[in-house]
């Protein structure tokens, strides 16, 4: 009870506080950003073999998880130790190069890091010391490694996504950020909405305009935020998913026929509305006279 008490007696220090320790997840959400498609990969080779050949005799391969083996250079094979793994810092210090050969340490990692700590201070300052704060820093966690493994893999693991989804849910029992009837309605119409539009444009087209996993992230956002940020949740990816797309193309070029996942114009748009839902929503409904 005095740590609470002094932290919501000193919000500066209590910002400081969930930055620094989401620099720290940032460093973990690496991690999870480069092995969870490969722990995937390798389940699913085991899967086939496994119902290619039923008798064949289990394979025992290093151990390759979240935690295993110990982070190394991928150039030299140099163990990486504590204190070349301090979030920030250690990319600093080393002037982004491994101690052990000097090959170059790709700038993303700092950023995540960065981001995770901007993110996770901003969710501090808007909640302050409270279980919304909680809430947000898990919803926030989660988004970033699903933003990032879209990026590169064009996947969204059910992995990240169910789980955080029924976290919402029992988040909202509480009506920490709504109340259960909407949570529930929220989750339901955030993945049939989406399911709607494939299966509309796929008949119209022929064509695939999204993957499953698009649907159950809008079902995860609608989970916690409750069906009535839906609306503002789609028009904002489409809005995020058109300013970057054009951007993409008009700056580097980007061939049009190349698939961009929608993953992470969801899950930025999500955040927008998880914060500033209401304004926007009230904002709209005044501009357009029906409120």
């Not at 391969?61 to 990486?80: T, V, Y």
Request: glycine share 10%; net charge negative; proline share 5%.
């Amino acid at each position: 009870m005095m740590i609470l008490d002094y932290l919501e007696g000193n919000l500066a220090f209590f910002i400081i506080f969930v930055s620094i320790l989401g620099a720290m997840v940032g460093s973990f959400l690496n991690v999870v950003i480069y092995r969870l498609p490969v722990m995937m990969e390798r389940q699913w080779r085991q899967h086939c073999t496994e119902l290619d050949n039923p008798d064949a005799t289990e394979q025992t391969h290093e151990p390759f998880n979240l935690a295993k083996p110990d982070s190394r250079c991928p150039h030299c094979g140099h163990k990486i130790r504590a204190w070349e793994n301090i979030p920030i810092l250690s990319f600093l210090f080393l002037k982004g190069g491994c101690s052990g050969c000097g090959a170059k340490i790709s700038l993303r990692y700092p950023i995540i890091e960065a981001l995770t700590a901007a993110l996770s201070g901003f969710a501090a300052w808007q909640f302050g010391v409270s279980w919304e704060t909680a809430g947000a820093l898990l919803l926030t966690w989660s988004l970033i490694p699903l933003t990032m493994i879209d990026i590169d893999h064009q996947l969204l693991p059910d992995n990240i996504t169910l789980p955080f989804l029924w976290i919402g849910l029992g988040l909202n029992l509480f009506g920490i950020y709504t109340d259960l009837s909407s949570a529930v309605i929220g989750a339901m119409a955030g993945y049939l909405v989406l399911w709607a539009v494939y299966w509309g444009f796929k008949l119209l087209t022929g064509k695939e305009g999204m993957g499953y996993g698009d649907f159950k992230l809008l079902a995860l956002l609608g989970a916690w935020m409750g069906w009535q940020h839906l609306p503002a949740i789609i028009l904002l990816s489409s809005l995020v998913g058109a300013v970057i797309g054009i951007g993409m193309i008009v700056i580097h070029g980007r061939d049009r026929s190349i698939p961009i996942p929608f993953g992470p114009y969801l899950a930025i748009a999500g955040l927008i509305a998880f914060y500033w839902g209401d304004e926007l929503t009230n904002t709209y409904l005044r501009m357009s006279g029906l409120s």
